[in-house]
């Protein structure tokens, strides 16, 4: 809900001059704001810019059992739980910060002394000729929380349970195939033996989930060979999925520290979903690089592909592609898995795909991290390290951003640091943000980058941007979602042609922007 939209605001515009409290058109009795914003169940608050409470609806009251100057006195803090205390108090910090929605889930300590889960979401109003203030609500959400815990609660014990009796019907499985001599019966049971070893994996695929989400997934990081690792998979796969040629081109003796298993597991489930999903087609194709001090894993296929608008939610749990749900066995829950565990690795996974025309999954593991590059030249108005490089010319009114390589959550937020940094430095108001030499990327960055990064740009003096896409569809859609703001102050155009991108920010008129920041 936009405040600025909401009844209680827009009070009194709808009033026939003659009837002061009828609504024009129903001729009923309108009721007063107070009676509204006391009556409505939610928890309502307003705050000044400093972030100080100083209105709470009767519903607030109600909770916590207390009237309104006491609650205003202690502040909301006093009833947070505290466990939520300081992640809540960072995030509206920051919404303090920047001036964007604050939202956040927090437990609040209620009259008969239980605490119940609620969504808080606020807003900044911007009042004319009055001090700015932000108008929040507090949603229960204890209900939908707890059954959520309660489901992921069921799933964990549901496939513990389920996990023995498969583990022993499996080796009795392993028992019968060695007693019995060639023949139907051996094929039947190796028949079985397959579905046992499907069953299995599901069931992992959902101990894993339950793990994640308990924040329980554990990982045994060592020194290991990866090529090695990447052959003996693949090895094994030719053997599970003989429909296929699996090529496999990887440098040898790529040493990597981290969790052997869990990176095998992300392996096997790209391989084996690149060849379900290519039920026509022969050839699967796996390399292993190292490029700019990073492992790029690819998996390319010649199957089904994927549409544009489901790329990026193909890694959230349960998320399934319309065309795959129908036709493909499947739970949804593999490439959430695999994210979780490259993530936890300091990586990044991107999707190369063009419907009906395959796919490429890859991933990127550091070998060193990657959030510590040293700049090779830095001056007042010229930076370069191996990520990115900005320039700001004498007699030009643009700073030129140029980024390189893949790029993660550090390297995004390192650059995106530094420029904010140069452009207020140089005092420009046009940036050519160059992302051509960007192979591929998608990081939580984007989000850091639409509620941090964009605002502060535009505080230290950004008026144009213009952005060079790269041609990797996942670098595309991280950059839109970087600029998903709706309260920009400046403009920010994509652009496919550097050319274009150039003259478009020439044409915009100078302005130096005046910033104390
Ligand atoms: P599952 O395969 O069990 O559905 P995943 O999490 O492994 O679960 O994959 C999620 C979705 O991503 C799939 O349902 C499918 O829509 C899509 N997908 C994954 N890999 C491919 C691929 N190689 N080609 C086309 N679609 C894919």
């Not at 690819?298 to 990026?312: E, N, P, R, T």
């Not at 795959?324 to 979780?340: E, H, K, M, Q, V």
């Not at 190369?352 to 959030?371: D, H, Q, R, V």
Request: charge should be negative; hydrophobic fraction near 35%; aromatic fraction near 10%.
């Amino acid at each position: 809900m936009n405040p600025q939209n909401s009844n209680a605001n827009q009070e009194g515009s709808n009033k026939s001059p003659n009837a002061k409290n009828r609504d024009s058109e129903t001729g009923l009795n309108q009721p007063s704001s107070t009676l509204l914003l006391n009556a409505i169940p939610q928890q309502i608050w307003t705050a000044d810019t400093s972030g100080e409470i100083n209105y709470v609806n009767d519903t607030v009251c109600r909770d916590f059992g207390q009237s309104r100057e006491t609650v205003l006195a202690y502040g909301w803090t006093a009833f947070v739980h505290k466990d939520d205390l300081a992640t809540s108090i960072n995030s509206w910090k920051a919404s303090l910060e920047s001036g964007k929605e604050y939202t956040n889930e927090f437990r609040l300590l209620f009259s008969d002394g239980n605490y119940y889960w609620h969504l808080a979401i606020a807003r900044l109003v911007r009042q004319e000729g009055k001090s700015d203030i932000w108008v929040g609500t507090n949603t229960n959400i204890h209900l939908q929380k707890t059954s959520e815990a309660r489901k992921d609660e069921f799933i964990s014990i549901a496939s513990h349970e389920l996990k023995t009796p498969l583990t022993t019907s499996k080796g009795f499985h392993q028992l019968l195939l060695r007693m019995v001599g060639e023949g139907k019966i051996k094929t039947y049971l190796e028949r079985s033996a397959g579905q046992l070893t499907r069953l299995e994996k599901l069931i992992a695929d959902l101990l894993d989930v339950s793990k994640i989400n308990a924040g329980k997934m554990i990982f045994d990081s060592k020194t290991f060979n990866f090529s090695n690792m990447l052959t003996d998979v693949v090895a094994e796969m030719r053997q599970i999925y003989p429909s296929h040629q699996l090529l496999l081109v990887a440098e040898n003796n790529i040493s990597f520290t981290g969790d052997q298993f869990r990176l095998e597991q992300v392996v096997h489930n790209f391989i084996s979903n690149a060849v379900k999903y290519s039920p026509d087609a022969k050839t699967v194709e796996i390399s292993a690089r190292i490029i700019d001090e990073n492992i790029i894993v690819s998996v390319k296929d010649y199957g089904i592909g994927i549409k544009a608008k489901h790329l990026k939610q193909l890694f959230e749990r349960y998320y399934r592609a319309d065309n795959s749900s129908t036709r493909f066995n499947g739970l949804g829950l593999g490439l959430y898995i695999s994210a979780d565990i490259i993530k936890r690795h300091g990586g990044s996974f991107w999707i190369e795909s063009s419907f009906g025309n395959g796919a490429t999954f890859s991933f990127k593991l550091p070998l060193i991290s990657s959030g510590s590059a040293d700049p090779d030249i830095r001056t007042k108005s010229y930076y370069r390290d191996k990520h990115l490089s900005i320039t700001c010319p004498v007699g030009s009114d643009i700073m030129y951003v140029e980024w390189t390589g893949y790029q993660d959550m550090n390297t995004v937020k390192r650059g995106g640091s530094l420029m904010i940094e140069y452009l207020k430095e140089n005092r420009r108001s046009k940036v050519f943000n160059d992302n051509r030499l960007v192979p591929g990327t998608w990081s939580e960055a984007s989000d850091w980058a639409a509620n941090i990064w964009l605002p502060l740009m535009e505080l230290a003096g950004l008026k144009f941007f213009a952005w060079i896409l790269s041609e990797s569809a996942f670098s595309q859609l991280s950059a839109q979602k970087s600029v998903e703001n709706e309260e920009k102050h400046s403009e920010i155009v994509f652009f496919t042609q550097a050319e274009e991108g150039l003259k478009w920010l020439e044409e915009k008129s100078t302005f130096q922007p005046d910033v104390d920041i």
